[in-house]
């Protein structure tokens, strides 16, 4: 393989993780463009070129992220260094003979996840919402990225496991049986589990890699300084940079190196106004956590208290996925054909909530006892009410039964503050006619008072109602927020920050009107019923 000697900016974070510490174990906790896409290139790159032949084990918590997140963010790069597609890596296919690869040391009896290198390393996409992607195999590296949406009691009783034997082929590295494990901040403990390593950290050890690395940089520098003098270097010199190393390879191999780091490390190459645009366009705790990276706790008493983490569920097309044969640029913008939570022969329920500056639409269908919340969306300032149909329309354009169940309550039969003097029910009714969608309207009554909505909604939340709420969480991250941090004011929902003017400090998508549009389909198709599917979701339960 031809040596590349192409320069490549790193952050100071990136350079210490990377070219000094080079822990085994790495644990990366890490704001939104901090660069872990970068992070998790070089790391593999390592291993794959180092390791010829070896197994990496690429865990996501479902293959709709690792198709659109995790591989493409690393194969850029990849490609960025001359590492081209189907010339020295490919992905979901065997590599042709007359390509004269390298065999794996293991032989691969299905490639339809793997990931091929042109010496024989291969890495399996191990998607957790997939049964069975992690039996049978033995890896010498393990890579998890998004690791908050990882359920660890599988990674633990399933993957970790698998990170075995081999030792006669590559027991001689350090980085041998290696992990890199990254994400952002969770907010929820069920995605917390990865924090518990700050606990495992060896500081000690780093600090003692650093001190050994400086060493070799002073002698290496005299050994360069005597050579470029025409001197020969004493052979203690040589015989000290040996020891070192081997020292060097020895802390490495034991390291665990815990980091928590801010999208600010990344500052010289995101620059200032990103930041800002990331302070702006993000709800506050998710700038905190996705940001900052700061651990913030979610509300435990707030309106919405019945809810847990089994209200939650991941659900991907895997056939629709796998058809696209890892062409990346084909799942760029995303539709309703990734998702197998929704059934595209019955008709979709929305509820909207209306306000001046920010509008929301929640896409929900009942499946038995569950209401699945399948996808929210929200517009912002010039944006209003046409634009957040369209939004739900291009998403789901290949939906079969273009019919929509449109839940409203007395609010929507106004038009004051989001489209002039025309009603919210006429200006959607008309945007989704304008797009080819047939809407039966259901008038719901006036709004239910705060305390019978909060009795209503946490019963269906508890099982004891017709319905029980279960969000995507691929699809509704804000809405999530909204719903999670809602609060409790002399007892109804916390509504007070809704009419503020929004500030760096105070952004609207972090307020309750989210919420407020999912209760309005909640109740709608709990006290309102217009069909009824027994379609079973095909993935996983989280």
Request: aromatic fraction near 12%; hydrophobic fraction near 40%.
């Amino acid at each position: 393989m031809e040596k590349r000697n192409q320069q490549v900016y790193l952050n100071d974070v990136q350079r210490d993780l990377m070219t000094v510490v080079q822990a085994k174990d790495t644990i990366l906790v890490a704001g939104r463009a901090f660069g872990k896409g970068m992070v998790h290139a070089l790391w593999n790159l390592r291993n794959f070129q180092r390791m010829p032949g070896s197994i990496t084990g690429f865990v996501s918590a479902n293959i709709k992220r690792a198709l659109t997140n995790t591989l493409p963010s690393m194969l850029i790069h990849w490609e960025n260094w001359g590492f081209k597609r189907n010339v020295h890596w490919c992905i979901g296919i065997q590599p042709p003979a007359s390509w004269g690869w390298k065999e794996p040391i293991f032989p691969v009896r299905n490639y339809e996840n793997v990931l091929s290198f042109c010496n024989g390393s291969i890495g399996y996409i191990i998607s957790q919402d997939r049964t069975g992607t992690s039996n049978s195999q033995s890896y010498d590296a393990l890579d998890i990225d998004e690791a908050k949406f990882i359920d660890f009691e599988r990674l633990k009783d399933e993957t970790f496991p698998a990170l075995r034997g081999n030792r006669q082929y590559f027991g001689k590295h350090f980085y041998h049986h290696s992990m890199l494990i990254s994400s952002d901040m969770p907010v929820t403990k069920k995605g917390s589990w990865f924090l518990d390593w700050d606990k495992k950290s060896t500081p000690e050890v780093i600090d003692m890699i650093r001190a050994t690395v400086y060493e070799i940089y002073v002698i290496r520098k005299r050994v360069g300084e005597l050579t470029a003098k025409g001197v020969e270097p004493p052979g203690y010199l040589r015989g000290e940079l040996a020891r070192l190393n081997r020292t060097l390879c020895q802390l490495r191999s034991v390291a665990v190196d815990y980091r928590e780091v801010s999208t600010i490390d990344n500052m010289v190459l995101l620059g200032e106004a990103f930041i800002k645009q990331l302070k702006r366009d993000l709800p506050p705790l998710t700038f905190q956590t996705s940001v900052l990276c700061k651990r913030i706790g979610i509300m435990r008493d707030g309106f919405y208290s019945s809810m847990t983490e089994r209200h939650k569920y991941s659900a991907t097309n895997f056939s629709h996925l796998d058809n696209l044969a890892y062409d990346f640029d084909k799942i760029k913008e995303p539709t309703s054909l990734m998702d197998a939570d929704v059934d595209p022969k019955q008709p979709v329920c929305i509820g909207f909530d209306y306000n001046a500056n920010i509008n929301w639409l929640v896409a929900a269908q009942p499946r038995g006892r569950k209401l699945l919340i399948l996808k929210s969306f929200f517009v912002k300032y010039e944006r209003k009410l046409v634009e957040l149909v369209n939004d739900f329309c291009n998403y789901y354009r290949y939906h079969q039964n273009k019919r929509v169940i449109f839940y409203f309550d007395a609010t929507a039969k106004h038009g004051s503050y989001a489209v002039n003097d025309v009603t919210f029910e006429t200006v959607i009714f008309n945007a989704f006619r304008a797009n080819g969608w047939l809407v039966t309207r259901v008038d719901i009554g006036k709004p239910m008072d705060h305390m019978l909505k909060h009795l209503l909604i946490n019963r269906m939340f508890d099982g004891r109602a017709h319905l029980m709420p279960m969000f995507n969480v691929q699809n509704n991250e804000e809405l999530l927020v909204s719903i999670q941090t809602a609060g409790v004011y002399n007892g109804k929902k916390d509504k007070r920050g809704e009419k503020l003017a929004e500030t760096d400090e105070d952004r609207l998508e972090g307020r309750t009107d989210g919420s407020d549009a999912f209760d309005t389909v909640a109740i709608g198709c709990e006290k309102f019923p217009q069909h009824n599917s027994t379609i079973a979701v095909t993935s996983s339960i989280l």
